[in-house]
Protein backbone atom coordinates (compact mmCIF):
# COMPACT_ATOMS: atom_id res chain seq x y z
CA UNK A 1 0.00 0.00 0.00
CA UNK A 2 1.09 3.33 -0.50
CA UNK A 3 1.86 4.74 3.27
CA UNK A 4 4.99 6.62 3.70
CA UNK A 5 6.39 7.87 6.97
CA UNK A 6 5.53 11.63 6.25
CA UNK A 7 1.66 10.28 5.69
CA UNK A 8 1.72 8.82 9.44
CA UNK A 9 3.16 12.09 10.87
CA UNK A 10 0.14 13.85 8.87
CA UNK A 11 -2.61 12.01 8.95
CA UNK A 12 -1.80 10.77 12.89
CA UNK A 13 0.08 13.51 14.35
CA UNK A 14 -1.12 16.26 12.45
CA UNK A 15 -5.04 15.11 12.72
CA UNK A 16 -4.93 14.19 16.50
CA UNK A 17 -2.47 16.75 17.17
CA UNK A 18 -2.86 16.93 21.29
CA UNK A 19 -5.79 14.63 21.39
CA UNK A 20 -3.25 11.85 22.32
CA UNK A 21 -2.85 13.17 25.67
CA UNK A 22 -6.27 12.29 26.44
CA UNK A 23 -6.28 8.66 25.80
CA UNK A 24 -5.91 8.37 22.04
CA UNK A 25 -3.60 6.50 20.36
CA UNK A 26 -1.94 8.57 17.85
CA UNK A 27 0.34 5.94 16.42
CA UNK A 28 -1.97 2.88 16.93
CA UNK A 29 -1.88 0.16 14.26
CA UNK A 30 -5.67 1.09 13.23
CA UNK A 31 -4.71 4.74 12.96
CA UNK A 32 -1.88 4.29 10.85
CA UNK A 33 -4.46 1.73 8.58
CA UNK A 34 -7.27 4.17 8.39
CA UNK A 35 -4.27 6.63 7.06
CA UNK A 36 -3.57 4.34 4.62
CA UNK A 37 -6.77 3.11 3.65
CA UNK A 38 -7.48 7.40 2.35
CA UNK A 39 -4.80 7.35 0.63
CA UNK A 40 -5.45 4.04 -1.14
CA UNK A 41 -8.50 4.25 -2.05
CA UNK A 42 -10.02 7.72 -2.50
CA UNK A 43 -13.88 7.72 -1.59
CA UNK A 44 -14.28 4.39 -0.56
CA UNK A 45 -12.74 3.16 -4.37
CA UNK A 46 -11.60 -0.32 -3.25
CA UNK A 47 -11.68 -2.63 -6.10
CA UNK A 48 -11.46 -6.00 -3.95
CA UNK A 49 -14.83 -6.66 -4.73
CA UNK A 50 -13.86 -7.23 -8.08
CA UNK A 51 -15.70 -3.77 -9.22
CA UNK A 52 -16.76 -0.59 -7.76
CA UNK A 53 -20.65 -1.12 -7.30
CA UNK A 54 -22.56 -0.86 -4.88
CA UNK A 55 -21.81 -3.60 -2.00
CA UNK A 56 -21.13 -5.47 1.38
CA UNK A 57 -17.34 -5.29 1.22
CA UNK A 58 -16.88 -1.53 0.90
CA UNK A 59 -19.97 -1.24 3.83
CA UNK A 60 -17.71 -2.93 6.04
CA UNK A 61 -14.23 -1.01 5.00
CA UNK A 62 -16.62 2.25 5.79
CA UNK A 63 -17.66 0.49 8.89
CA UNK A 64 -14.24 0.31 10.18
CA UNK A 65 -13.87 3.70 9.18
CA UNK A 66 -16.63 5.22 11.06
CA UNK A 67 -15.77 3.00 14.40
CA UNK A 68 -12.14 4.88 13.90
CA UNK A 69 -14.07 8.44 13.55
CA UNK A 70 -16.22 7.29 16.68
CA UNK A 71 -13.22 6.23 18.46
CA UNK A 72 -10.69 9.42 17.71
CA UNK A 73 -12.50 11.94 16.72
CA UNK A 74 -10.73 12.71 13.44
CA UNK A 75 -12.75 14.03 11.24
CA UNK A 76 -10.85 12.70 7.95
CA UNK A 77 -12.61 9.31 8.94
CA UNK A 78 -16.06 11.34 8.21
CA UNK A 79 -15.58 12.59 5.13
CA UNK A 80 -14.17 9.63 3.91
CA UNK A 81 -17.26 7.92 4.50
CA UNK A 82 -19.48 10.54 3.40
CA UNK A 83 -17.39 10.72 -0.17
CA UNK A 84 -17.93 6.84 -0.68
CA UNK A 85 -21.48 6.86 -0.03
CA UNK A 86 -21.80 10.36 -2.46
CA UNK A 87 -20.86 7.64 -4.97
CA UNK A 88 -24.29 5.79 -4.75
CA UNK A 89 -26.64 8.31 -3.15
CA UNK A 90 -28.30 10.80 -5.93
CA UNK A 91 -29.87 14.27 -4.98
CA UNK A 92 -33.26 13.10 -5.15
CA UNK A 93 -31.93 10.24 -2.29
CA UNK A 94 -32.07 7.11 -5.42
CA UNK A 95 -29.02 4.76 -5.30
CA UNK A 96 -27.00 4.01 -8.70
CA UNK A 97 -26.48 0.36 -9.44
CA UNK A 98 -29.20 -1.09 -6.52
CA UNK A 99 -30.26 -4.64 -7.76
CA UNK A 100 -33.34 -4.75 -6.07
CA UNK A 101 -34.52 -7.73 -7.52
CA UNK A 102 -32.30 -9.41 -6.21
CA UNK A 103 -33.05 -9.50 -2.94
CA UNK A 104 -29.54 -9.91 -1.32
CA UNK A 105 -29.16 -9.10 2.19
CA UNK A 106 -25.41 -8.61 1.02
CA UNK A 107 -26.83 -5.48 -1.24
CA UNK A 108 -28.51 -3.74 2.50
CA UNK A 109 -25.09 -3.59 4.13
CA UNK A 110 -23.68 -0.41 2.97
CA UNK A 111 -26.59 1.11 3.83
CA UNK A 112 -25.16 1.71 7.89
CA UNK A 113 -22.65 4.03 6.21
CA UNK A 114 -26.16 5.68 4.47
CA UNK A 115 -27.50 6.06 7.72
CA UNK A 116 -24.16 7.24 9.44
CA UNK A 117 -23.96 10.31 7.02
CA UNK A 118 -28.22 11.10 7.25
CA UNK A 119 -27.77 11.25 11.16
CA UNK A 120 -24.62 13.67 11.04
CA UNK A 121 -26.14 16.28 8.43
CA UNK A 122 -29.87 15.15 8.40
CA UNK A 123 -30.30 15.98 4.54
CA UNK A 124 -33.05 14.19 3.39
CA UNK A 125 -31.73 12.28 0.44
CA UNK A 126 -29.97 9.88 2.90
CA UNK A 127 -32.71 9.28 4.33
CA UNK A 128 -35.00 8.18 1.37
CA UNK A 129 -31.63 6.07 0.11
CA UNK A 130 -31.93 4.44 3.46
CA UNK A 131 -36.05 4.46 3.45
CA UNK A 132 -35.49 2.55 -0.02
CA UNK A 133 -33.49 -0.20 1.93
CA UNK A 134 -35.99 -0.76 4.68
CA UNK A 135 -38.49 -0.92 2.37
CA UNK A 136 -36.18 -4.03 0.38
CA UNK A 137 -36.37 -5.71 3.49
CA UNK A 138 -39.90 -5.33 4.19
CA UNK A 139 -39.76 -7.19 0.70
CA UNK A 140 -37.33 -9.79 1.51
CA UNK A 141 -38.58 -13.60 1.28
CA UNK A 142 -38.63 -15.37 4.06
CA UNK A 143 -38.68 -19.11 5.10
CA UNK A 144 -41.44 -20.82 6.88
CA UNK A 145 -40.24 -20.06 10.26
CA UNK A 146 -39.61 -16.20 9.29
CA UNK A 147 -36.50 -16.20 8.78
CA UNK A 148 -35.01 -13.77 5.66
CA UNK A 149 -34.02 -15.91 3.17
CA UNK A 150 -29.85 -14.74 2.47
CA UNK A 151 -30.72 -13.80 -1.26
CA UNK A 152 -33.60 -14.71 -4.00
CA UNK A 153 -31.31 -17.28 -5.50
CA UNK A 154 -30.89 -19.10 -2.13
CA UNK A 155 -34.62 -20.17 -1.31
CA UNK A 156 -34.97 -21.34 2.23
CA UNK A 157 -31.37 -20.38 3.17
CA UNK A 158 -30.04 -18.47 5.83
CA UNK A 159 -26.63 -17.47 6.18
CA UNK A 160 -24.92 -16.27 9.00
CA UNK A 161 -23.41 -13.78 6.91
CA UNK A 162 -27.12 -12.45 6.53
CA UNK A 163 -27.55 -11.62 10.15
CA UNK A 164 -24.14 -8.59 9.78
CA UNK A 165 -25.54 -7.62 6.88
CA UNK A 166 -29.35 -6.37 7.78
CA UNK A 167 -29.97 -6.64 11.14
CA UNK A 168 -27.26 -3.94 12.50
CA UNK A 169 -28.76 -1.30 9.57
CA UNK A 170 -32.35 -2.41 10.38
CA UNK A 171 -31.69 -1.92 14.57
CA UNK A 172 -29.99 1.84 13.41
CA UNK A 173 -33.25 2.86 10.78
CA UNK A 174 -35.46 1.83 14.00
CA UNK A 175 -33.94 3.91 16.12
CA UNK A 176 -33.38 6.56 14.28
CA UNK A 177 -36.92 7.07 12.76
CA UNK A 178 -38.64 5.48 15.80
CA UNK A 179 -39.58 2.36 14.27
CA UNK A 180 -39.84 0.50 17.76
CA UNK A 181 -42.04 -2.45 16.08
CA UNK A 182 -38.81 -3.67 14.43
CA UNK A 183 -36.76 -4.96 16.88
CA UNK A 184 -38.57 -7.86 17.80
CA UNK A 185 -38.42 -9.30 14.35
CA UNK A 186 -34.50 -8.10 14.35
CA UNK A 187 -34.19 -10.25 17.11
CA UNK A 188 -36.29 -12.82 16.01
CA UNK A 189 -33.73 -12.93 13.15
CA UNK A 190 -30.63 -13.50 15.30
CA UNK A 191 -32.52 -15.83 17.79
CA UNK A 192 -33.37 -18.26 14.83
CA UNK A 193 -29.65 -18.48 13.74
CA UNK A 194 -29.01 -18.73 17.51
CA UNK A 195 -31.89 -22.20 18.13
CA UNK A 196 -31.09 -24.02 14.59
CA UNK A 197 -27.72 -23.31 13.59
CA UNK A 198 -25.38 -23.51 17.08
CA UNK A 199 -23.91 -27.25 17.34
CA UNK A 200 -25.10 -28.45 21.05
CA UNK A 201 -21.66 -29.86 21.80
CA UNK A 202 -19.39 -27.15 20.90
CA UNK A 203 -21.42 -23.81 20.59
CA UNK A 204 -20.22 -23.34 17.16
CA UNK A 205 -22.39 -22.21 15.23
CA UNK A 206 -22.93 -23.55 10.85
CA UNK A 207 -22.38 -21.60 8.02
CA UNK A 208 -25.18 -22.12 6.48
CA UNK A 209 -29.34 -23.76 7.31
CA UNK A 210 -31.65 -24.61 4.53
CA UNK A 211 -35.17 -24.88 6.61
CA UNK A 212 -36.70 -27.29 3.18
CA UNK A 213 -33.82 -29.29 3.69
CA UNK A 214 -33.30 -29.57 -0.06
CA UNK A 215 -29.82 -28.85 -0.60
CA UNK A 216 -27.57 -31.21 -1.65
CA UNK A 217 -24.82 -28.95 1.23
CA UNK A 218 -28.01 -29.38 3.69
CA UNK A 219 -27.85 -32.35 6.59
CA UNK A 220 -30.99 -34.21 5.76
CA UNK A 221 -32.15 -34.01 9.27
CA UNK A 222 -30.96 -30.55 10.45
CA UNK A 223 -30.42 -28.81 7.48
CA UNK A 224 -27.25 -27.30 8.62
CA UNK A 225 -24.12 -27.43 6.28
CA UNK A 226 -21.21 -29.03 6.98
CA UNK A 227 -18.46 -27.46 8.62
CA UNK A 228 -18.05 -24.41 11.03
CA UNK A 229 -16.64 -21.68 8.96
CA UNK A 230 -14.79 -18.52 10.93
CA UNK A 231 -16.30 -15.60 9.05
CA UNK A 232 -19.36 -16.87 8.69
CA UNK A 233 -19.35 -16.66 13.00
CA UNK A 234 -17.63 -13.64 12.67
CA UNK A 235 -20.58 -11.67 11.12
CA UNK A 236 -22.96 -13.54 13.76
CA UNK A 237 -20.95 -12.19 16.52
CA UNK A 238 -20.11 -8.68 15.67
CA UNK A 239 -24.18 -8.35 14.62
CA UNK A 240 -25.19 -9.35 18.20
CA UNK A 241 -22.78 -6.75 19.59
CA UNK A 242 -23.99 -3.52 17.19
CA UNK A 243 -28.01 -4.73 17.37
CA UNK A 244 -27.44 -3.83 21.10
CA UNK A 245 -25.98 -0.50 20.72
CA UNK A 246 -29.40 0.48 19.10
CA UNK A 247 -32.01 -1.96 20.75
CA UNK A 248 -34.05 -0.41 23.85
CA UNK A 249 -32.87 -1.36 27.33
CA UNK A 250 -36.77 -2.87 27.97
CA UNK A 251 -36.98 -4.35 24.56
CA UNK A 252 -38.01 -7.90 25.85
CA UNK A 253 -35.69 -9.77 23.68
CA UNK A 254 -32.74 -7.92 24.52
CA UNK A 255 -31.45 -10.26 27.67
CA UNK A 256 -31.70 -13.35 25.15
CA UNK A 257 -29.62 -11.51 22.24
CA UNK A 258 -26.78 -10.96 25.33
CA UNK A 259 -27.15 -14.62 26.05
CA UNK A 260 -27.03 -15.75 22.66
CA UNK A 261 -23.68 -13.26 22.25
CA UNK A 262 -22.39 -14.82 25.49
CA UNK A 263 -22.83 -18.62 23.76
CA UNK A 264 -21.65 -17.50 20.91
CA UNK A 265 -18.16 -16.07 22.46
CA UNK A 266 -17.58 -18.85 24.69
CA UNK A 267 -16.90 -20.76 22.32
CA UNK A 268 -15.02 -18.61 20.40
CA UNK A 269 -12.96 -18.27 23.40
CA UNK A 270 -12.66 -22.29 23.56
CA UNK A 271 -11.79 -22.38 20.13
CA UNK A 272 -9.05 -20.07 20.03
CA UNK A 273 -5.79 -21.23 18.73
CA UNK A 274 -3.54 -21.74 21.70
CA UNK A 275 -0.41 -22.06 20.17
CA UNK A 276 -0.75 -18.50 17.76
CA UNK A 277 -3.51 -16.73 19.27
CA UNK A 278 -5.51 -16.54 16.27
CA UNK A 279 -8.81 -18.35 14.90
CA UNK A 280 -8.80 -21.38 12.15
CA UNK A 281 -10.73 -20.69 8.48
CA UNK A 282 -12.35 -23.97 9.65
CA UNK A 283 -12.81 -23.27 13.60
CA UNK A 284 -13.12 -26.58 15.32
CA UNK A 285 -10.41 -28.57 13.09
CA UNK A 286 -6.98 -26.69 13.63
CA UNK A 287 -4.08 -27.81 13.00
CA UNK A 288 -5.67 -30.54 10.66
CA UNK A 289 -3.98 -30.68 6.94
CA UNK A 290 -4.68 -27.81 4.55
CA UNK A 291 -6.41 -25.56 7.46
CA UNK A 292 -5.09 -22.07 8.31
CA UNK A 293 -5.63 -19.25 10.01
CA UNK A 294 -7.09 -16.74 8.99
CA UNK A 295 -7.24 -12.68 9.43
CA UNK A 296 -11.00 -11.31 8.66
CA UNK A 297 -12.22 -14.02 11.32
CA UNK A 298 -9.69 -13.31 13.84
CA UNK A 299 -10.25 -9.60 13.59
CA UNK A 300 -14.08 -10.25 13.73
CA UNK A 301 -13.88 -11.82 16.73
CA UNK A 302 -11.79 -9.80 18.57
CA UNK A 303 -13.99 -6.62 18.06
CA UNK A 304 -16.89 -8.45 19.38
CA UNK A 305 -15.04 -9.71 22.27
CA UNK A 306 -13.14 -6.32 23.08
CA UNK A 307 -16.84 -4.48 22.64
CA UNK A 308 -18.37 -7.09 24.22
CA UNK A 309 -16.51 -6.41 27.51
CA UNK A 310 -16.43 -2.77 26.96
CA UNK A 311 -20.59 -2.01 26.69
CA UNK A 312 -20.96 -4.89 29.68
CA UNK A 313 -22.25 -7.74 27.96
CA UNK A 314 -19.32 -10.15 28.60
CA UNK A 315 -17.25 -11.35 31.24
CA UNK A 316 -14.04 -8.87 32.06
CA UNK A 317 -12.04 -12.36 31.20
CA UNK A 318 -12.95 -12.22 27.65
CA UNK A 319 -10.52 -9.22 27.79
CA UNK A 320 -7.80 -11.26 27.96
CA UNK A 321 -8.62 -13.17 24.96
CA UNK A 322 -8.70 -10.35 22.67
CA UNK A 323 -5.76 -8.79 23.72
CA UNK A 324 -4.00 -11.74 22.68
CA UNK A 325 -5.90 -12.21 19.07
CA UNK A 326 -4.93 -8.54 18.82
CA UNK A 327 -0.83 -9.06 19.48
CA UNK A 328 -1.46 -12.12 17.03
CA UNK A 329 -3.05 -10.59 14.43
CA UNK A 330 -0.04 -7.87 14.51
CA UNK A 331 2.81 -10.53 14.22
CA UNK A 332 0.82 -13.29 11.72
CA UNK A 333 -0.94 -10.76 9.03
CA UNK A 334 0.21 -7.09 9.16
CA UNK A 335 3.67 -6.13 7.28
CA UNK A 336 5.32 -3.26 7.00
CA UNK A 337 8.15 -1.95 4.95
CA UNK A 338 9.56 1.29 3.62
CA UNK A 339 6.91 2.90 5.33
CA UNK A 340 4.30 0.70 3.71
CA UNK A 341 1.37 -1.01 5.66
CA UNK A 342 -0.14 -4.07 4.47
CA UNK A 343 -3.18 -6.83 5.90
CA UNK A 344 -2.72 -10.42 4.67
CA UNK A 345 -4.36 -13.27 5.10
CA UNK A 346 -8.13 -12.79 4.48
CA UNK A 347 -10.20 -15.20 2.99
CA UNK A 348 -11.94 -14.01 -0.70
CA UNK A 349 -15.10 -15.53 -0.10
CA UNK A 350 -16.99 -18.54 1.36
CA UNK A 351 -20.50 -19.41 -0.09
CA UNK A 352 -22.56 -22.37 -0.39
CA UNK A 353 -24.51 -23.81 -3.48
CA UNK A 354 -24.64 -21.65 -6.69
CA UNK A 355 -22.31 -21.61 -9.71
CA UNK A 356 -20.24 -22.77 -9.86
CA UNK A 357 -21.35 -25.09 -6.78
CA UNK A 358 -20.13 -24.71 -3.47
CA UNK A 359 -20.50 -28.09 -1.18
CA UNK A 360 -19.41 -26.57 2.27
CA UNK A 361 -17.20 -29.34 2.68
CA UNK A 362 -14.00 -28.76 4.10
CA UNK A 363 -11.54 -29.45 1.53
CA UNK A 364 -14.04 -26.76 -0.08
CA UNK A 365 -13.40 -24.09 2.89
CA UNK A 366 -9.50 -24.37 3.02
CA UNK A 367 -9.53 -24.65 -1.16
CA UNK A 368 -10.66 -20.91 -0.84
CA UNK A 369 -7.63 -18.50 -0.89
CA UNK A 370 -6.23 -15.54 1.25
CA UNK A 371 -5.09 -12.05 -0.40
CA UNK A 372 -3.59 -9.04 0.85
CA UNK A 373 -5.82 -5.76 1.70
CA UNK A 374 -9.18 -7.24 1.22
CA UNK A 375 -11.94 -4.17 2.02
CA UNK A 376 -13.93 -6.41 4.21
CA UNK A 377 -10.81 -7.65 5.83
CA UNK A 378 -9.58 -4.11 6.63
CA UNK A 379 -12.93 -3.09 7.63
CA UNK A 380 -12.62 -5.61 10.31
CA UNK A 381 -9.32 -4.74 11.45
CA UNK A 382 -9.87 -1.13 11.67
CA UNK A 383 -13.61 -2.22 14.15
CA UNK A 384 -11.08 -4.51 16.14
CA UNK A 385 -8.15 -1.88 16.74
CA UNK A 386 -11.23 0.78 17.55
CA UNK A 387 -11.94 -1.46 20.83
CA UNK A 388 -8.22 -2.06 21.34
CA UNK A 389 -7.57 1.50 21.49
CA UNK A 390 -10.11 1.78 24.26
CA UNK A 391 -9.56 -1.64 26.00
CA UNK A 392 -6.79 -0.04 28.61
CA UNK A 393 -9.95 2.15 30.57
CA UNK A 394 -12.74 0.33 29.31
CA UNK A 395 -13.10 -1.83 33.32
CA UNK A 396 -13.23 1.70 35.12
CA UNK A 397 -16.70 2.67 34.41
CA UNK A 398 -18.21 -0.95 34.37
CA UNK A 399 -21.38 -0.95 36.39
CA UNK A 400 -21.70 2.97 35.94
CA UNK A 401 -24.73 4.83 34.49
CA UNK A 402 -24.19 8.20 33.32
CA UNK A 403 -27.64 10.54 33.04
CA UNK A 404 -28.27 13.29 30.52
CA UNK A 405 -31.00 15.82 31.15
CA UNK A 406 -34.15 15.98 28.36
CA UNK A 407 -36.44 18.09 30.76
CA UNK A 408 -34.77 21.00 31.41
CA UNK A 409 -33.28 21.00 28.00
CA UNK A 410 -36.23 19.66 25.89
CA UNK A 411 -35.78 21.14 22.34
CA UNK A 412 -37.06 19.36 19.95
CA UNK A 413 -36.79 18.85 15.54
CA UNK A 414 -38.86 17.51 12.70
CA UNK A 415 -36.80 14.53 10.90
CA UNK A 416 -36.24 13.84 7.88
CA UNK A 417 -39.70 11.67 8.38
CA UNK A 418 -41.88 14.44 9.50
CA UNK A 419 -41.14 12.77 13.14
CA UNK A 420 -41.06 14.65 16.03
CA UNK A 421 -37.66 13.98 18.31
CA UNK A 422 -35.36 15.59 21.05
CA UNK A 423 -32.38 16.74 20.05
CA UNK A 424 -29.36 19.67 20.90
CA UNK A 425 -26.96 18.39 23.91
CA UNK A 426 -28.62 14.16 23.56
CA UNK A 427 -26.31 10.95 23.59
CA UNK A 428 -28.40 9.90 20.33
CA UNK A 429 -27.80 13.31 18.24
CA UNK A 430 -25.18 13.10 16.09
CA UNK A 431 -25.26 16.59 14.35
CA UNK A 432 -23.43 19.55 15.71
CA UNK A 433 -25.73 20.00 18.40
CA UNK A 434 -25.26 16.69 19.99
CA UNK A 435 -23.44 14.98 22.96
CA UNK A 436 -22.58 12.00 20.86
CA UNK A 437 -18.87 12.31 20.86
CA UNK A 438 -19.05 13.35 24.87
CA UNK A 439 -21.56 10.05 25.58
CA UNK A 440 -18.73 8.05 23.49
CA UNK A 441 -16.53 9.10 25.73
CA UNK A 442 -17.84 8.10 28.71
CA UNK A 443 -18.17 4.46 26.68
CA UNK A 444 -14.85 4.20 26.56
CA UNK A 445 -14.50 3.64 30.47
CA UNK A 446 -17.26 0.92 30.30
CA UNK A 447 -20.24 3.34 31.71
CA UNK A 448 -23.75 3.20 30.30
CA UNK A 449 -25.48 5.84 29.04
CA UNK A 450 -29.14 6.77 30.07
CA UNK A 451 -31.27 10.13 29.27
CA UNK A 452 -34.05 11.59 31.94
CA UNK A 453 -36.89 12.81 30.06
CA UNK A 454 -39.03 14.24 32.73
CA UNK A 455 -38.26 16.26 36.14
CA UNK A 456 -35.55 14.17 37.82
CA UNK A 457 -37.12 11.78 40.38
CA UNK A 458 -35.25 10.45 43.88
CA UNK A 459 -35.88 7.01 41.93
CA UNK A 460 -34.58 7.74 38.82
CA UNK A 461 -31.35 9.30 40.00
CA UNK A 462 -30.89 6.36 42.23
CA UNK A 463 -30.53 4.35 38.92
CA UNK A 464 -27.69 6.97 38.26
CA UNK A 465 -23.94 7.34 38.96
CA UNK A 466 -23.70 10.71 36.86
CA UNK A 467 -26.24 13.55 35.92
CA UNK A 468 -25.46 15.94 33.47
CA UNK A 469 -27.61 19.44 33.20
CA UNK A 470 -26.42 21.31 29.78
CA UNK A 471 -27.76 24.78 28.72
CA UNK A 472 -31.58 25.01 29.91
CA UNK A 473 -33.99 26.43 28.41
CA UNK A 474 -35.29 29.84 27.48
CA UNK A 475 -38.65 30.43 25.46
CA UNK A 476 -36.79 31.81 22.61
CA UNK A 477 -35.22 27.87 22.08
CA UNK A 478 -38.27 26.00 23.55
CA UNK A 479 -41.70 27.41 23.32
CA UNK A 480 -42.34 25.71 26.49
CA UNK A 481 -39.63 25.60 28.71
CA UNK A 482 -39.32 23.75 32.09
CA UNK A 483 -37.28 25.58 34.78
CA UNK A 484 -35.17 24.19 37.95
CA UNK A 485 -37.59 24.61 40.47
CA UNK A 486 -37.76 23.87 44.46
CA UNK A 487 -38.41 20.58 44.00
CA UNK A 488 -36.16 19.45 41.57
CA UNK A 489 -33.51 21.45 43.07
CA UNK A 490 -34.06 19.50 46.76
CA UNK A 491 -34.39 15.65 44.58
CA UNK A 492 -30.77 16.91 42.74
CA UNK A 493 -29.02 18.08 46.08
CA UNK A 494 -30.23 15.33 48.26
CA UNK A 495 -28.68 12.78 44.93
CA UNK A 496 -25.08 14.60 45.43
CA UNK A 497 -25.27 14.20 48.89
CA UNK A 498 -25.62 10.67 48.70
CA UNK A 499 -22.43 10.71 46.30
CA UNK A 500 -23.47 11.69 43.14
CA UNK A 501 -21.39 13.18 40.53
CA UNK A 502 -23.31 16.22 39.10
CA UNK A 503 -22.22 18.07 35.72
CA UNK A 504 -23.10 21.54 35.56
CA UNK A 505 -22.81 23.31 31.65
CA UNK A 506 -24.04 26.72 31.43
CA UNK A 507 -24.01 28.78 28.05
CA UNK A 508 -24.63 32.28 27.46
CA UNK A 509 -27.58 34.68 27.91
CA UNK A 510 -28.88 34.50 24.51
CA UNK A 511 -28.72 30.88 24.68
CA UNK A 512 -29.60 29.85 28.14
CA UNK A 513 -31.76 30.43 31.14
CA UNK A 514 -29.71 31.56 34.54
CA UNK A 515 -32.15 33.03 37.33
CA UNK A 516 -34.02 29.63 37.84
CA UNK A 517 -31.07 27.44 37.21
CA UNK A 518 -28.88 29.45 39.82
CA UNK A 519 -31.64 28.08 42.20
CA UNK A 520 -29.90 24.84 42.11
CA UNK A 521 -25.99 25.68 41.28
CA UNK A 522 -26.12 28.49 44.20
CA UNK A 523 -26.25 25.21 46.33
CA UNK A 524 -23.51 24.09 45.86
CA UNK A 525 -21.25 27.49 45.94
CA UNK A 526 -21.63 27.69 42.20
CA UNK A 527 -22.90 30.80 40.36
CA UNK A 528 -23.21 31.22 36.88
CA UNK A 529 -23.05 34.84 35.90
CA UNK A 530 -24.97 36.18 32.88
CA UNK A 531 -22.64 37.51 30.99
CA UNK A 532 -21.10 37.35 27.70
CA UNK A 533 -17.19 36.47 27.92
CA UNK A 534 -15.18 34.26 25.07
CA UNK A 535 -17.27 36.00 22.80
CA UNK A 536 -16.26 34.78 18.98
CA UNK A 537 -16.62 37.22 15.78
CA UNK A 538 -16.07 35.10 12.62
CA UNK A 539 -12.95 32.88 12.70
CA UNK A 540 -11.43 34.92 15.16
CA UNK A 541 -10.74 31.44 16.80
CA UNK A 542 -8.39 32.80 19.56
CA UNK A 543 -10.59 34.49 21.57
CA UNK A 544 -12.78 31.03 22.45
CA UNK A 545 -9.10 29.67 23.45
CA UNK A 546 -9.02 28.12 27.21
CA UNK A 547 -6.29 26.80 28.13
CA UNK A 548 -6.61 23.89 31.16
CA UNK A 549 -4.02 22.77 32.89
CA UNK A 550 -2.70 19.59 33.75
CA UNK A 551 -3.11 19.05 37.75
CA UNK A 552 -5.97 20.45 38.51
CA UNK A 553 -7.15 17.78 40.24
CA UNK A 554 -10.07 17.35 37.20
CA UNK A 555 -8.24 17.34 34.04
CA UNK A 556 -4.92 14.38 33.96
CA UNK A 557 -3.94 16.20 31.16
CA UNK A 558 -3.53 19.98 29.46
CA UNK A 559 -6.00 20.94 27.11
CA UNK A 560 -6.12 23.98 24.42
CA UNK A 561 -10.03 23.82 24.66
CA UNK A 562 -12.57 25.92 22.80
CA UNK A 563 -15.76 27.87 24.32
CA UNK A 564 -17.45 30.49 22.31
CA UNK A 565 -19.77 33.09 23.14
CA UNK A 566 -19.63 31.89 27.51
CA UNK A 567 -21.06 33.41 31.12
CA UNK A 568 -18.73 33.27 33.99
CA UNK A 569 -18.91 31.19 37.16
CA UNK A 570 -18.82 32.84 40.67
CA UNK A 571 -17.56 30.22 43.25
CA UNK A 572 -18.09 30.33 47.08
CA UNK A 573 -17.72 27.66 49.74
CA UNK A 574 -17.31 24.58 49.53
CA UNK A 575 -16.69 25.43 45.37
CA UNK A 576 -12.76 26.33 44.20
CA UNK A 577 -12.53 27.87 41.08
CA UNK A 578 -10.41 24.62 38.65
CA UNK A 579 -9.63 27.00 35.31
CA UNK A 580 -9.35 30.88 35.25
CA UNK A 581 -9.19 33.39 32.29
CA UNK A 582 -7.87 36.21 33.40
CA UNK A 583 -9.98 36.90 36.21
CA UNK A 584 -12.82 35.07 34.72
CA UNK A 585 -13.45 31.78 36.55
CA UNK A 586 -14.57 29.16 33.38
CA UNK A 587 -14.15 26.00 35.56
CA UNK A 588 -15.26 25.40 39.18
CA UNK A 589 -15.94 22.17 41.43
CA UNK A 590 -17.76 21.38 44.95
CA UNK A 591 -17.17 18.33 47.07
CA UNK A 592 -21.43 18.64 48.65
CA UNK A 593 -21.66 16.01 51.27
CA UNK A 594 -20.52 12.59 49.62
CA UNK A 595 -20.81 13.80 46.20
CA UNK A 596 -19.37 16.40 43.89
CA UNK A 597 -20.38 18.74 41.49
CA UNK A 598 -18.33 20.20 38.12
CA UNK A 599 -19.46 23.47 36.95
CA UNK A 600 -18.75 25.12 33.33
CA UNK A 601 -19.13 28.49 31.43
CA UNK A 602 -20.67 26.23 28.47
CA UNK A 603 -21.54 22.60 27.36
CA UNK A 604 -17.85 23.04 25.63
CA UNK A 605 -18.09 19.34 24.42
CA UNK A 606 -20.70 18.58 21.84
CA UNK A 607 -20.11 17.41 18.24
CA UNK A 608 -19.74 20.60 16.34
CA UNK A 609 -16.24 21.50 18.53
CA UNK A 610 -15.41 17.17 19.33
CA UNK A 611 -16.02 15.90 16.18
CA UNK A 612 -13.42 17.39 14.03
CA UNK A 613 -15.32 16.94 10.46
CA UNK A 614 -16.08 20.95 11.39
CA UNK A 615 -13.89 24.16 11.05
CA UNK A 616 -12.39 24.76 14.38
CA UNK A 617 -8.41 24.13 13.79
CA UNK A 618 -7.15 20.96 14.93
CA UNK A 619 -4.93 22.83 18.02
CA UNK A 620 -8.02 22.37 19.97
CA UNK A 621 -8.55 18.96 21.31
CA UNK A 622 -12.37 19.70 23.07
CA UNK A 623 -12.34 15.81 22.39
CA UNK A 624 -9.45 14.64 23.93
CA UNK A 625 -10.77 16.72 27.39
CA UNK A 626 -14.04 15.43 27.00
CA UNK A 627 -12.65 12.21 27.65
CA UNK A 628 -10.25 13.56 30.43
CA UNK A 629 -13.53 14.78 31.49
CA UNK A 630 -15.26 11.32 31.50
CA UNK A 631 -12.37 9.58 33.39
CA UNK A 632 -12.70 12.07 36.19
CA UNK A 633 -16.99 12.02 36.44
CA UNK A 634 -16.39 7.94 36.74
CA UNK A 635 -13.30 7.76 39.04
CA UNK A 636 -15.70 9.80 41.46
Known amino acids: MKFFAGLMLLGCLGAQGAVAQGGIAQDSPSRLMAASVIEQWPAGTSTTGGSEAWGYEEGVLLDGMAAEWHTTADGQDFH ?26 DNIELGRAVLLVYRVTQEPKYYKAAKFLHEQLEAQPRTASGGYWHKQIYPNQMWLDGAYMAEPFRAAYAATFHESGDFADIAKQLLLMDAHMREPKTGLMRHGWDESKKMPWADAKTGLSPEVWGRAMGWYAMALVDVLDWMPADQPQRPELVAALNRTMAAVVKYQDAKTGLWWQVMDKGGRAGNYTEASASCMFVYALAKGVRMGYLPQSDEASARRGWEAIQKAFVTTADGKMALDGTVKVGGLGGKPYRSGSYDYY ?25 ASTEALGQGKTVLVDAWFNSQTRQNAAGQTELFHYKWDDDTNNGFAFFGRAFQRYGAKLATEKTAPTAADLKKAQIYILASPDIPSKNPNPHYMDEKSGKVIADWVKRGGVLLLMENDGPNAEFTHFDTLSDRFGLHFNQVLVNHVIGADYPA ?19 MKDTCTISPAKPAKAVVTKGNDVMIAVAK ?3 GTVFAVVDPWV ?3 YVDRRNHLPLKYDNFAGAIDLAGWAVRQ
Open 80 to 105: YIKAAVDRYVTADGAITGYKADAHSL
Open 366 to 390: IGEKTRVNDAKGIGAFLLAGSEMEQ
Open 544 to 562: GEIEIPAGTGVFEHSHLAY
Open 592 to 594: YGK
Open 606 to 608: YNE
